[in-house]
């Protein structure tokens, strides 16, 4: 199987190896003279190691997800027509938003535009209390209970790839 892996720094004097294709960890501790080696599943791993970090902007994570929802096509339409945007937003992620955000945005109008897309999923994380990277990605393809669901692994893993590669363009 073809591996395609990135090196972190782990506390203390580990080492780490991340599998784009599954998740999975290795760690490589040295204590002692000797090392050790512990492979771990994706859910591990993502629960020991969580991407999300302070320091990385936003326009990343957005811009990881609309490179995922839509290639990067502003009018893409998905869902047999029930999600639309650059984002794949549906009327119903749109309604809590603009509800929870006091506003009373057009989604016919508003759906195309970025930079309204942008402040809907802030306006829909913090309203269902998403905390991480992971928890943002997941809820946004699933609703609220997205980042508890498994089926929603497999999107984050492709989110989470390219906030490691940094996406290629940010958002603007």
Known sequence: MLRTAIKYALAGSALGVVCFVCGGVEEHVQGGGTVSLRKRCARKAREAQPV???????S?????IREVESGG????SGDFGESLGP????????SDAVEYGGVDWSYDDLVWSRRHCRQIMLWYWTRYGARTD???????VAGPYGPQKDSTLPYWLKVRTLLLKGVSHAEN
């Open 52 to 58: 999300s970090n302070p320091a990385r902007t936003q």
């Open 60 to 64: 990343i994570l957005f811009a990881a």
């Open 73 to 76: 096509e502003d009018t893409a």
């Open 87 to 94: 984002y794949q937003i549906s009327r119903a992620y749109w």
């Open 134 to 140: 992971e928890e943002r990605a997941r809820m946004h």
